[in-house]
């Protein structure tokens, strides 16, 4: 049995994982759909590798329905990693080999043919930009060139589904975005992208749809702009304030003109719709803070209203 005909190639209902008394993942429901880039997003200890490891088959389910390519995890294992491509959070490669032999060597647990492989290498090396460095070794290629190589590693089973756990975690913002490029263009050639992360732009960039989770369970799923327009208002104005010149209750200043005010240690969050009129009224109301940005909403914003705390503590 496969996923055909609009059925979903991952499916999980009151999805449960536990590790002795503690609590991973909280009994999650989601589908996810051919050719779509589904994010978990929440914080480190949210759920979400678990989540993953149970899907890669490295981790089995403690409670409740998952299936994959409509095959069970516990019991055809085999035939679901031969169609997942995985992009763990740490990369794995050996340092020894080659940029070229990991591909290769890691092709030949898939049963590939050399000649094959050898073609496949050289197109999954253009792809990700690391051509030149085909005959280098991995050990002093920087961080993003590693995470590069590691997604192209994944890819060359042809997967139907990517794996992506933490994609850019460690990479400075450069990197960051030619990892994004990358993996926009494989979701523009209709591979199917799932991933974890604690970067809102991260989700924003990549996701069509993504759930937020929490201390192992979801508390909000859709798209990232619906969820923005669902949770949050359209702008925010962040105002910071000198040492000990910080108002206790900023209500007198902003009555009428913010639907939210988050206080937070290092600022304070204001939500309104319009974030210059507002911070021009404020201001003429005497209110002077050290300093004002007024931006759009994140699904920063998203989270933070949904548990009252922020993605990266």
Known sequence: MTAQNGQPLIHARDLVKRFGDFVAVDGIDFDLQRGEAFGFLGPNGAGKTS????????????????????????????????????????????????????????????????????????????????????????????????????IARSLV???????LDEPTTGLDPQARHVVWDRLYRLKRQGVTLLLTTHYMDEAEQLCDRLVVMDRGKIVAEGSPRDLIERYSTREVVEMRFDDGNRPEDLSYWTDGLVSRV?????????????????????????????????????????????????LIE
Request: aromatic residues 4%; contains cysteine.
């Open 51 to 150: 989540t993953m490891r149970m899907i890669g088959c490295v981790s089995p389910v403690t409670e409740g329905t998952l299936t994959v390519f409509g095959l069970d995890p516990a019991r055809d294992g085999v035939a679901i990693r031969g169609r997942l491509g995985v992009v763990p959070q740490q990369d794995t490669l050996d340092m020894d080999l080659t940029v070229r032999e990991n591909i290769v060597i890691y092709g030949r647990y898939f049963g590939l043919p050399r000649k094959q492989l050898a073609e496949r290498a050289d197109e999954l090396l253009e792809f990700v930009e690391l051509t030149e460095r085909a005959d280098d070794r991995v050990e002093p290629l920087s961080g993003g060139m590693k995470r590069r190589l590691t």
């Open 262 to 310: 988050e206080p937070l240690p290092d600022r304070v969050l204001l939500y309104t719709d319009d974030g210059d009129a507002a911070s021009h009224a404020m201001h003429e109301r005497g209110l002077v803070p050290e300093s004002v940005l007024v931006r759009r909403s994140t699904l920063e914003d998203v989270f933070l209203h949904l548990t009252g705390r922020s």
């Open 157 to 163: 089973n042809d997967p139907e589904i990517m794996l």
